[in-house]
Structure formats: structure tokens, C-alpha cells
């Protein structure tokens, strides 16, 4: 596992500087879009960063840049030789040696590596464990249980579809991961708050508060345990899967939301032939307790997380598909989803109001 930088205590001011000095470096997914000279929007390279790092990392190595040289660095997960680091300010390059964010690669005589992943979107920056290393002829995958995953597609599919309604001025993040729901959303509200049963993510979430200046503050808890003063008017929620999505909504939403205030979850579900719609199928399963009301099942036909009908029955997954990761495994899925008569997977945000 990532080692999460924080063997000493936190400095705000140097996670702020650090966010200032990358932006200074013009270290940003956009730049990187236009450099790489890319097809498609540039959140496309954050929704599948495994696969651009494999394609590009070579052909961006061959620039010589700040920007080159902070993307493979924190992006894509490469190796850089230590002697292109003369090329960082000054300032950026103790920084990272004082937060002990690089380190010499093992694999490579006079490179280094960083330890942690860090991505923009928006303008803001968000630090993470990292997913992979890439070491030249492949990745080296580094999933496992208790990671702080990246800003990534689902992070993004969530973000697109948040709204504010007025006058809502308290936020609340469920399982706020690197805390971009609320990093990016903050601006907006009086009151900001995330939580996250794991510590790793909380912790980061914390780090990329001060790297944004941005006054959210976090706890380590699940949604069963979480006690706040008072309900949030706005609750957004990027759910795991679907069974904790329903579990949050039939048991935990109408302990956290205010009275007249909006929930907003996403998840991911399949559709069977006899289901009808998403809608229907949603309201099939979905137990709402009273004074919970599902206003809007709001599909997204175009999320890596979603099968159509069409791709179904034809048994095939769509190129930027991320329902299943290992392409050893697709054949496999494909073969179940015809056995359990699914004929649609579908990744929407839920819409809840409190009455």
C-alpha cells in the first residue's frame, strides 16, 4: 500500500504552496489535453487515467516541460530522471523532497517517483494513493482493500449532475473520498462536511481542503455512525454499489437531510426485461420511508459504468467501458448478464426530496 505522507504534522502553508506552485508549473489535465494533442473532452484522460498513461507517458517524456515533467510525475505515474527536476522552481522541488512526495526509483538508476497521485479538475488539486505505477513495458497495478482511490469517472459522472437549490447553504459528502464532491462544490455553501469510513481517504480529503483553501471539514465514520448538530440542506453521496446506495436511502438519507432538502446519489444498476425502464426498476426495489420522496432517476447513457440495450443484446462492451476492468473477464460478464435475463445496465443519479 501508498504510504500516506503524513509521518510529520500538516502544514497548511506548505500543502497551499504546493497547490501554487504546481498551478505555477501549468500542471493541469486541460494543458495536458492540448499537449498530448488528444480527441474527446479533457475529463476523458481523468476517466480512464490507466490507459492514457499507457499510450502517452513515452510520447510526453519526449517534451521537455514543467508540465511534462509534474504529469508523469503525479498523472501518470511514471518514472522521471532526477536530472530534469532542475527544471521545477526551486522552491517546488524542496517542497517535494520536504513532504517526502518523491523518491528514488528502485527500478531506475537516477530517477524518482512520487509517492502520491495528484489530480486536477476544476482548478483545484486533489492528492490520492496511487492506482499504478507504470514501469515502461506495463503497469504495475497497486488496487487494494483500503486505498484512497483518484478522482476518477464516477467522480465526474457525480459532479456533472449536482445542482444547488436555494436557499441551500449546508453541504454533506457520504463517503467523501478524496473530498472532491465538496472541494469543488464549497464555494457555494455556509457549511461544508464529509465523511468516509476510511481514514486514508479522510485524511487526504483534509490535505486537499488546504491545498484549495477550502474550509471542509471531514470525519472517519460510516453513514450508520455519523451524528451531526443538525441536518444538511444537500447531501451528495457516490455510492459503491447499489445495494449501499439503497441501504443509505431506505435507512440513513432521512437522518442527515434536512427538511425540504435534496439528496442527490449516484449508482450504477442492472435492468432486467420484465423491469421496464430505470425509473421503474428503481422504484421496484427502492424502499423509501416516509417523508422520503424520489423525484428524478436521471440516466446517463454515456457513463463507462453503463451497458444499453443494444450493447447487450449484441454482447459486446463500448471501448471506454469500466464495468469490468480485466479484459480477460469481459466475455464472462457479458455471459451472465444473458443468464440473469439483464438486458440494460444503468448508471444514474437518484434524486431524493425530504418533505
Known amino acids: ?91 517546488l522541488r524542496e517542497l517535494l523532497r520536504e513532504l517526502d512526495l518523491i523518491r528514488p526509483d528502485p527500478r531506475t538508476p537516477e530517477s524518482v517517483r512520487a509517492r502520491v497521485a495528484i489530480t486536477e479538475y476544476a482548478g483545484r488539486y486533489f492528492c490520492s494513493d496511487r492506482l499504478f505505477e507504470n514501469v515502461g513495458d506495463g503497469l504495475d497495478l497497486r488496487v487494494s482493500e483500503g486505498i484512497c482511490m483518484p478522482l476518477h469517472a464516477s467522480s465526474l459522472e457525480l459532479l456533472s449532475t449536482l445542482r444547488k437549490r436555494t436557499p441551500a447553504e449546508s453541504f454533506l459528502d457520504v463517503g467523501c473520498g478524496t473530498g472532491c464532491q465538496a472541494i469543488v462544490f464549497a464555494a457555494r455553501y455556509d457549511k461544508v462536511l464529509g465523511f468516509d469510513i476510511n481514514p486514508r481517504c479522510t485524511a487526504y480529503a483534509s490535505i486537499n481542503s488546504l491545498m484549495n483553501k477550502v474550509p471542509a471539514t471531514y470525519q472517519t465514520c460510516g453513514w450508520r455512525d455519523f451524528h451531526a448538530e443538525e441536518p444538511f440542506q444537500h447531501v451528495a453521496f457516490n455510492a459503491p454499489d ?37 425509473s421503474d426498476a428503481v422504484r421496484r426495489r427502492l424502499r423509501l420511508p416516509d417523508g422520503l420522496e424520489l423525484a428524478e432517476v436521471a440516466a446517463n447513457a454515456d457513463s463507462p459504468f453503463a451497458l444499453s440495450r443494444r450493447n447487450v443484446a449484441e454482447g459486446r462492451l463500448p471501448r471506454n467501458s469500466l464495468l469490468v476492468p480485466n479484459p480477460s473477464q469481459r466475455a464472462g460478464y457479458l455471459r451472465s448478464l444473458a443468464e440473469r435475463g439483464v438486458v440494460e445496465v444503468v448508471s444514474a443519479t437518484l434524486s431524493l426530496q425530504r418533505r
Not at 249 to 275: K, M, N, W
Request: net charge neutral; aromatic share 6%; with cysteine.
Open 1 to 91: 500500500m501508498n504510504v500516506l505522507p503524513l509521518s510529520q504534522p500538516v502544514d497548511p502553508g506548505r500543502w497551499r504552496a504546493l497547490a501554487a506552485y504546481l498551478r505555477e508549473a501549468g500542471y493541469g489535465t486541460k494543458a495536458l489535453h492540448e499537449v498530448l494533442a488528444l480527441d474527446g473532452p479533457p475529463e476523458a484522460i481523468l476517466a480512464d487515467v490507466a490507459r492514457c498513461s499507457l499510450i502517452n507517458l513515452n510520447r510526453l517524456a519526449k517534451q521537455t516541460s514543467t508540465l511534462s515533467i509534474t504529469a508523469r510525475l503525479f498523472l501518470l505515474c511514471g518514472a522521471v530522471p532526477a536530472r530534469e527536476l532542475v527544471l521545477l522552481k526551486p522552491e
Open 242 to 278: 447499489v445495494a449501499t446506495a439503497f441501504a443509505f436511502i431506505a435507512d440513513g438519507c432521512q437522518r442527515v437531510l434536512a427538511p425540504g432538502g435534496l439528496a442527490q446519489v449516484l449508482t450504477s444498476f442492472e435492468v432486467g426485461a420484465r423491469d421496464g425502464d430505470a
